[in-house]
């Protein structure tokens, strides 16, 4: 069921992470005021604009009637459209689709950092990324790994906490104009391969989460996987979706929305399982491997198949 690797240590980097210096907390501030002690962890009841709840246990979401109300919110950009807008030069593309910022200074930066330490291989790239990266970051934590060719985009919507890893040739994508970006809490693992892409939506990875390797979180509203979740290879969170109604033009010409994922605390998602745009999966559910789960899953739930059944409970 499981084709996740348990915190692998691809090319020493678990290892090689205690030998480095450690590297003192950035001190980019963080514009939603939340500290990083407390991503992750903010207990129920109002929310403050602008900062995605993070609930926890059996209460991962909203109900359903105001999840599915998000398929009405605003569509979701297409990167082709950004990229070839008329009007706006190379560097100003170049800058909002990366960078994230369009000051000269902040381009400037990012373009050093990631031609000197990027692709810099062995033991000295990964003094190199741990020195100079967080440097980029909205915050992080102590003694934070980055493998080989690690992608950051808009990276000052990016936090993280202490001893994550983030394994070689993953892409990091907060993207957004008005999303609060991407939060990591402490002792995550993302593995090889892994992408995290945001288009103007918000994920949120709980303290002791395993991600492996080749999977996808996507999210164009929100995406949360909750504390000690095992998700296992080649798994997609899918926070999006297309409006297929009107038969007279192309899926691709039409609206997509979002109404965001959530999956609870200690829940394990098996190798290749799809998690649909829309889904809860409740704390201690497990979800079988290859499944396609295209409706919420009760905590402490078993379901597998496609589309995804419970076929029993923990």
Not at 29 to 41: H, I, M
Not at 78 to 105: C, E, H, I, M, N
Not at 129 to 138: D, H, I, Q, V, W
Request: glycine share 14%; aromatic share 4%; hydrophobic share 40%.
């Amino acid at each position: 069921m499981d084709g996740s690797e348990s915190k692998p240590d691809a090319n020493g980097l678990t290892a090689l992470s205690g030998a480095l210096p450690e590297v003192p907390r950035a001190s980019a501030p963080d514009p939603t005021g939340v500290g990083s002690a407390d991503l992750l962890d903010v207990p129920p009841g109002p929310r403050r604009a602008g900062v995605p709840p993070a609930v926890r246990g059996a209460d991962v979401a909203d109900p359903p009637d105001v999840r599915r109300a998000g398929l009405s919110g605003p569509p979701i950009a297409r990167a082709q459209d950004q990229l070839f807008a008329p009007g706006t030069s190379a560097r100003q593309k170049y800058a909002s689709l990366v960078v994230g910022k369009s000051d000269f200074g902040t381009l400037l930066k990012y373009e050093l950092i990631v031609t000197l330490t990027q692709g810099c291989p062995g033991a000295l790239g990964l003094a190199l990324r741990k020195t100079l990266y967080p440097t980029l970051l909205g915050s992080c934590g102590r003694n934070v790994v980055f493998g080989q060719n690690v992608v950051l985009r808009h990276p000052h919507k990016i936090h993280l906490g202490d001893n994550v890893v983030i394994d070689d040739n993953c892409l990091i994508d907060a993207k957004g104009e008005t999303n609060v970006g991407i939060r990591i809490g402490s002792g995550v693992f993302v593995g090889r391969n892994s992408i995290l892409s945001c288009k103007n939506g918000d994920i949120e990875i709980a303290n002791g989460a395993n991600i492996g390797f080749n999977c996808e979180l996507f999210s164009a509203s929100r995406v949360r996987i909750g504390a000690n979740v095992l998700m296992a290879a080649y798994s997609y969170v899918i926070g999006g979706d297309h409006d297929f109604s009107d038969v007279s033009r192309p899926v691709l010409d039409q609206t997509r929305k979002s109404a965001g994922v959530s999956i609870g605390d200690g829940a394990w998602i098996g190798a290749g399982a799809k998690i649909l745009d829309g889904v809860t999966i409740g704390e201690g559910a497990i979800i079988g491997a290859a499944a396609v789960v295209r409706d919420d899953v009760a905590a402490r739930a078993i379901a597998v198949g496609i589309p995804a059944r419970v076929v029993s409970t923990r």
